[in-house]
């Protein structure tokens, strides 16, 4: 199984970034997908959430509006789409990976860091 985060770097305050999540060893079409953030000295965050089939969506308020999860059941990728960023966005974001049962896998993490 792998969770492998991509897409991260330094960006100015206002400024657009895409990460990428790409998922193999599971059946990935079957798992929902999820983002978190972790700042340095803060806890896990929890920044948005895309069921298995695409249908539902569902964002923390910090990132509503700005933030946008999808993904691609052929490319077995989830992405994050973020506008309007903040320096408060700044974080490790990670991927996970979950069914509810058995399967709950995370992803070493991307870093994302808004700073002029």
């Known amino acids: 199984v792998q969770v492998v985060e991509s897409g991260g770097g330094l960006v100015q305050p206002g400024g657009s970034l895409t990460l990428s999540c790409a998922a193999s060893?599971?059946?990935?079409?079957?798992?929902?997908m999820r983002w978190y953030r972790q700042a340095p000295g803060k806890e896990r965050e929890w920044v948005a959430t895309?069921?298995?089939?695409?249908?539902?969506?569902n964002y923390a308020d910090s990132v509503k509006g700005r933030f946008t999860i999808s993904r691609d059941n052929v490319k077995n990728t989830v992405y994050l789409q973020m506008n309007s960023l903040k320096p408060e966005d700044t974080a490790v974001y990670h991927c996970?990976?979950?069914?509810?049962?058995?399967?709950?896998?995370w992803g070493q993490g991307t870093q994302v860091t808004v700073s002029s």
């Open positions: 996970n990976a979950n069914n509810y049962g058995s399967g709950d896998y």
């Open positions: 060893g599971f059946t990935f079409s079957s798992y929902d």
């Open positions: 895309i069921t298995n089939t695409g249908g539902t969506t």
